[in-house]
Each structure stands twice: as structure tokens, then as C-alpha cells.
């Protein structure tokens, strides 16, 4: 049998537990997308039903999205009587993926015809729109006009991306991917509690240069960094994310800096943290050490007998000694408990708070999608336990709070 530790690595954060999700498909060429975002709304704890237009129904069948769903579909307001005020009344969050342009210009005017634009108007609560059309449909003033004026009522925009399109064009219009419409529609219903506050987070490896094709580095996947990114986008923080190179997607709402060497991730924060940043978080694993000579060819083997390593510049000692510092939390990757190391590393640095790992506990450090951490500040100490990285990325965004607020 596995232990529940194990069990609850396995776990995902279900970030939509007892969420209500009224989804509304439109006829667009992305409609079969529905499918995937149900699966994975649903992944996250929602319950899932579904509205459709008779333009959806040439793209996917009802029967798929019920499938999918586990529930009624509802493709007409005669269908049951009064669900178009009944359906609203017990959702917590509405989203239209994809939204057409004829959806988007009749709820910009208030048309109801059908389920889903009538229940649109019978709801009260937060709504998400993934548009997604060719690219000149997209650009047209009076399309973007109707965008404007539907946004202007405070519902959320998630998408469209840039690409190529499903008409062979391209251009903007590409349905948003998926996990982004999910994490946008999670924001909708998840307290702003970081509004108005501009976050920096580092996030994976460097890389020093010995010559064009070698160079040193370190195992860091990105992925703590990348999670603490999410957390604070959706808990409405304005987040700008400076990464090394890694495998992961940002999410969608997030500015992401991508940088390559110790020397380039110094320059991309200081350039941040100097526009009135309220955190900053390094969760980067920034090399200590370059080559002190980088080769503009490739060496010869047989040429190099040792290297000599100049040391890199330390970015949380710059940050800490600019004029308007931001609230500085950085991380300490030890092989062994060496908690009070970590607090003279806070001290030393003048941080303001430290995350501290074990990289050798099982579940924990590099590479893995969970971590067991202690999050020490001036005031004290919280063990977390063993959580999934997204966990403990909130747990690190309550702690910073409850010291700022
Ligand atoms: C093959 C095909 C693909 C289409 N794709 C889109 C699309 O991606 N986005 C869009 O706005 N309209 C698209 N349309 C046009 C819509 O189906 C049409 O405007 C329809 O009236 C939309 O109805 P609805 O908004 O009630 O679903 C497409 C039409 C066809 C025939």
C-alpha cells in the first residue's frame, strides 16, 4: 500500500473545489477545445455544465460535452423551462471558450436569443471570455469596439494568442491554451489579496559560459519559481517573472524576462526591482561561479587542464543595498538540516525572509512538484510539511501578507 504522503504528492491543488463552472461554447473552429477544458476544470475540483449555441453544435456534440461533463447540456432556453435563470443562480463563475465574434457583439449589446446569451444576462457573478476568430475578425474596429465595451463591465479577457490560425492564416485570434483559460477562470473566483502590488520572482538555472557549446549549471527545473509566479498572478498581483532557462510555460498573465547567465539575471532585476516592486522573491538557483575566461570558439580538450572560476555578483546583497528596497525573500537549497544557517544567510543578506529546503529530503529540491520547506522571517519560523509547489507557493505569499499587512 503507499503511504498518504506519497498519496498526497500525487495530489493536485484543487484550486475550484466546490466551484460552480457554467461554461458556454460557442461556434467557433476551437469548440472541440471544449472537451480538454472541462476534463481539466473539473482536474481542479469544479463541477462542470455546459451551455451551447446551435453555431457549437456543428463543431461538438452535446453528447460529448455531456460526456465530458457528467451533466445536462443545455442547448436552447425551451429546452427546461426557467434554466436560464436557474443555471446562473448556482454558479459561482461564468466562461465562454471559445467566445465568437457574434457572441462577444451580442453581450456587448445586451441581446439575448438564445441559452447562453440569456443566462449571461440573468448572472451576477464573475465572468471569463476566451475570444478566439481569424485574425482580421479579431482586428476589426467594430469587433474590438464591442471587446472594449464588454470589458468595460469587469469581465475578464483571457487569450487570443498569436499564431497560425486554423484557417491556414496568420495572425491573432488562436484560442488561448487551455491551462491558461483554467487558471484564468480560478483568478475570477480567488481573492485579490496581492492587487496593486508588482511582484518579481526568479525562477531556474543560470548558465556560465566556458565557450560557445559548454557551460556550467545547476539542476533547478524553474518550477518552484514558476508556481510562486502563478500563485501571486492569480491572487491579482502584477507579476514579472525573470527566469533562466527552463522547460516550463509561463502563464499567461505573467511577464516573463528570460535571461541566460548570473550577470544578465542581476542586470533584468535590478532594472525591475527598480520600478517600485513591492517583493522580491528569488527562487532562482543562480550560479556562484563563471569561468573566468569564456572562449569565443570552442576550446580545444586538450587545451583546457583545469578552470579557474571567478566568483558571480550576488543579487540579493545589490538588491538589499539599492535606496527603495523592495521586501526581499530569498531561498536557501541545503543538503542536510542546516536551519540556522539559513537564518544567519537572511541576516547576513539583510532579507527579509528565507524559504528554507532540504534538497536531499525525499519530495523536496530540484526537480520534483513538491517541497517541504521552512519559511523563517524576523518574527519566527513555519514548518510546512510535505505539499505540492503551488501549496507552498501560497503558503509563502500568506506568510509575506501577514508581515504587510
Ligand atoms: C468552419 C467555420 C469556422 C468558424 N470559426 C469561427 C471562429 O473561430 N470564431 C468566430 O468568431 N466565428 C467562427 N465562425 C463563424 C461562426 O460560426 C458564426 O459567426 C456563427 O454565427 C456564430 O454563432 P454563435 O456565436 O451563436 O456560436 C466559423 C464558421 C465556420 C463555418
Known sequence: MRSSSAARRKQKLKRLKNKSVLLGVTGGVAAFKAADLIRRLKDVGASVTVMMTEAAKQFITPLSLQVASQNTVYTSVFQDPLTHISLPALADVMVIAPATANIIAKLANGIADDILSTAFLAYQGPVVIAPSMNGKMFEHPIF???????????????????????????????????????????????????????????????????????????????????????????????????????????????????????????????EETDKDASVLIMAAA?????????????????????????????????????????????????????????????????????????????????????????????KGSAKTGLLSKDEIADAILDRYLKIKT
Not at 207 to 216: A, C, S
Not at 231 to 245: E, K, T
Not at 316 to 337: C, L, M, N, S, Y
Open 144 to 270: 474590438q469596439e464591442n471587446l472594449k465595451r464588454l470589458l468595460s463591465f469587469g469581465i475578464r479577457q483571457v487569450g487570443p494568442e498569436s499564431g497560425t490560425l486554423a484557417c491556414g492564416e496568420e495572425g491573432k485570434g488562436r484560442l488561448a491554451d487551455v491551462p491558461d483559460i483554467v487558471d484564468s477562470v480560478i483568478a475570477a473566483v480567488t481573492p485579490q489579496d496581492l492587487k496593486g502590488r508588482k511582484i518579481v520572482v526568479t525562477a531556474g538555472p543560470t548558465r556560465e559560459h566556458l565557450d560557445p557549446v559548454r557551460f556550467l549549471s545547476n539542476r533547478s527545473s524553474g518550477k518552484m519559481g514558476f508556481s510562486i509566479a502563478r500563485a501571486a498572478w492569480i491572487r491579482g498581483a502584477a507579476v514579472v517573472l525573470i527566469s533562466g532557462p527552463t522547460a516550463l510555460k509561463s502563464p499567461s498573465g505573467v511577464i516573463l524576462r528570460q535571461v541566460d547567465t548570473a550577470a544578465q539575471m542581476l542586470r533584468a532585476v535590478t
Open 286 to 378: 543562480v550560479a556562484d561561479f563563471r569561468p573566468h575566461l569564456q572562449a569565443r570558439t570552442k576550446a580545444a580538450k586538450d587545451n583546457i587542464d583545469s578552470l579557474v572560476l571567478d566568483r558571480t555578483q550576488d543579487i540579493i546583497a545589490h538588491v538589499a543595498a539599492q535606496k527603495k528596497k523592495p521586501f526581499v525573500i530569498g531561498f536557501a537549497a541545503e543538503t542536510g538540516g542546516k536551519l540556522e544557517r539559513a537564518k544567519q544567510k537572511m541576516q547576513r543578506k539583510k532579507m527579509d525572509m528565507i524559504v528554507f529546503n532540504d534538497v536531499t529530503e525525499i519530495g523536496a529540491g530540484f526537480e520534483s512538484d513538491t517541497n517541504n520547506v521552512v519559511i523563517l522571517d524576523r
